[in-house]
């Protein structure tokens, strides 16, 4: 196990953006040195890129990345020094997989290692190709089922490609999940195992390996808990709960510990929820401006708030509404229900903050030690904290800190060894933030959905460097190479290069 451990240790020193967040899915490229002042003139070029959420990866001098356009989906390679187009492949016809408004259809990241790039669509499965488009291999996969769609991105391990495929669908004639964990081979697509996953539901992790003294580890959050399984054999070693029905980041390591981050359901990132955004964003309905919400003020946007950060009408703002008309409005009177106790066609900022802050469950970073076996306690879960932590954004382990930036442009940094903060700092950026924050050469980068990039110096202490609003909206974590740093915005990918 030692040399399994050396040997996955000797590929991410190659210091290769091959996949979801760089080398390991860590964020950090240490010897990389993009601009830290990022201004229009550092635009090495852009290039047009069609609808996706996946990020760009890197071998050599090209960049892999997905797109889709209507029912079509699409493989692209570009040149990095360039951006000019190379080749474009579009994977075989398959029915589209049901994705939420805020999701696409092309949203896992590729994965590339020094021959092939292997890329997977919720609808369709995994397919390879050669660094120059020729196809390799192709596997098709039967799609989940789950409220916002496929995000969860291929990994490497030895000659493996692993993937999750959680799904809220259940086995013929079974009440369990279909949801799994699969090994194939990367030279011919062939399943090497695979693991049930029967009482897990849809989730949207990317996994991660965990290289400590003891071994290498496959580290998998999912619906409510985290799992440890031994890469090679799919056998599953431990877990710990406490984590919300939907989880997105993807787990981190540093000190010999793997963290993970879940925010409560509905994006909720402190444990003691202020009701206050909450009643302010209702407000919004409040047309007779009496300080309350009635029943007949109701209109199209109505719904329950989960994310007053956001505009109204976003499709994160609330709880997802039906299409139809008819269907909408009566789910809008039963939602008008839950906080109007008193049954007086009234909603007030008391009854409001009653029912937001009587919420289940709790936003969590877990910070976990090796050797565990089964259910894991207090002997290999080190600590837990309950404040700042994100919905979307993946955490990032750098320089002897956790990071974490959250809807609002809120970034905290956590001590690793104790669990504590250091700090909590305003970036700037507001609205939403879904892309994961990366790091390189003693800085981090912050990416709001609105297209704020903001670039705040490693440390302790909170210290903004530099802020830059790119020319449209990006979502999407970017990647980096030696000098430069790709950004992939809501029609572009832009490259800002060191001068």
Known sequence: ??????????????????????PAGSGVMESAQPPTVIESAHLAWKTPLPAGLSSPVIYGNQIFITGCDKSQLFTIALNRRDGRELWRRETPEA???????????????????????????????????RHDGKELWKRPLEPSKSLYGASSSPIAYKELLLLVTDDDANLENSRLSRSRVMAFS????????????????????????????????????GHGRVVGYNPLTGEEKWFAKGFSRETIAIPVQGKGRVYISSAQLGGVSDAEI????FWKSMLQFDENKDGKVGRDEITKDFTWPLRPELPLGHPGWGIPLPSDPARRRDRQQGIFGWADKNRDNLWTEEELSSHITNRPGKPILMAITPGGRG???????????????????????????IYMVRNG??????????????????LGGTGQYSASPIAANGHIYLLSDEGTLSVVKAGDKFEMAHRFQLPEPASVTPALDHETLYVRGTGHLWAYRRR
Request: aromatic share 10%; no cysteine; proline share 7%.
């Open 186 to 221: 990367r030279a011919t697509g062939e399943l090497v195992w695979e693991t049930a996953r029967p009482f897990l539901r849809s989730g949207w992790s990317t996994p991660a390996i965990w290289s400590h003294e003891d071994g290498d580890e496959l580290v998998v959050l």
């Open 95 to 129: 029915p589209l997989q049901r994705v939420h408004k805020a999701n696409t259809h092309a949203s896992p990241s590729a994965l590339v290692d020094a021959k092939n790039v292997y890329v997977y669509f919720g609808s369709y499965g995994l397919v390879a190709y």
């Open 409 to 426: 442009g809120t970034l905290a940094a956590v001590n690793p060894e104790t669990g504590k903060l250091s700090y909590r700092g305003r």
């Open 375 to 401: 259910e894991l306690g207090k002997d290999h879960i080190a600590w837990e904290l309950n404040r700042s932590v994100p919905e979307i954004p993946s955490p990032l382990f750098y320089r002897d800190q």
């Open 274 to 277: 202020d009701p206050k955004p």
């Open 1 to 22: 196990m030692l040399t399994a451990s050396l040997t996955h240790g000797a590929e991410v020193a190659q210091k290769t953006w091959d996949q979801f967040r760089g």
